[in-house]
């Protein structure tokens, strides 16, 4: 980071080499083919056994797992498959489609290639380990806080990357079932029950029967 801090300012290195960015450079690049690639739940897209391609999540939410034990989810925004690039050949995780999930599919080698070819590409895969760095380590602080207190920050965390709001609350897909979620957030069912039923009764969540899912309150401001 040093060198990047003689060069350019956080803000510079945010702004210019962030995933979106990246999908922008990849798009305008006329020897890299892209295919819009529709999901359907449960499939997996990336594994140490399927890593050939890399994908840009435009709409769902994927789970990221290693050895079946969920460690956080990545919503619209993201790509997934270059995570391992700096360190190793195949990824560590397995994502997995949490209901329907809309991607741009690419050829992982062919965007190696393109990313090699700029003097600074490696920076494009230097923040993409940043952020699964991030999230990793927010996620090991939740699980050191008391159990109804983990439940609600890891549903926050699942409302950033959802980004899909009704009015006051951000509504859980109908394929996040209870067997997801405690796997997420390691805790029993009763236990995950009994929360839940504190928390509606606190308003920091509502069940929408139509919907058929829990909504997470997102103008709650408590920590």
């Known amino acids: 980071m040093d060198i990047l801090a003689n060069l350019y300012s956080k803000e510079e290195v945010t702004q210019l080499f962030n995933e979106t960015a990246l999908l922008e450079f990849l798009i305008k690049d006329s020897f890299i083919k892209s295919e819009a ?44 498959g270059l995570e391992n690039i700096v360190f190793q050949d195949t990824t560590s995780f397995t994502f997995t489609s949490v209901g329907k999930v809309n991607v741009i599919e690419f050829n992982k080698n062919k965007v190696i290639e393109a990313l090699m070819s700029l003097q600074e590409g490696w920076m494009f895969l230097y923040l993409i380990n940043r952020n699964i760095e991030k999230i990793i380590v927010e996620h090991l602080h939740f699980y050191q806080k008391k159990a109804k207190h983990r439940v609600e920050a890891m549903l926050r965390s699942l409302a950033t990357e959802i980004k899909y709001t009704s009015e006051d609350y951000v509504f859980l897909p109908k ?4 067997g997801l979620l405690i796997n997420y957030m390691g805790i029993s069912y009763v236990t995950f029950k009994k929360i839940c039923r504190e928390l509606k009764h606190e308003e920091f969540l509502i069940h929408k029967k139509r919907k058929g899912s829990f909504g997470i309150a997102i103008s709650d401001e408590r920590g």
């Not at 999901?39 to 990221?64: C, H, M, P, T, W």
């Not at 394929?175 to 209870?178: G, V």
Request: hydrophobic share 45%.
């Open 37 to 80: 690639v529709e999901f359907a739940n449960r499939q997996i897209l990336v594994s140490d056994k399927s890593d050939e391609k890399i994908y840009f999540i435009k709409d769902g939410l994927v789970s990221v797992t290693s050895e079946e034990q969920i460690l956080f989810f990545l919503g619209p925004g993201h790509f997934i």
């Open 175 to 178: 394929a996040l079932n209870h």
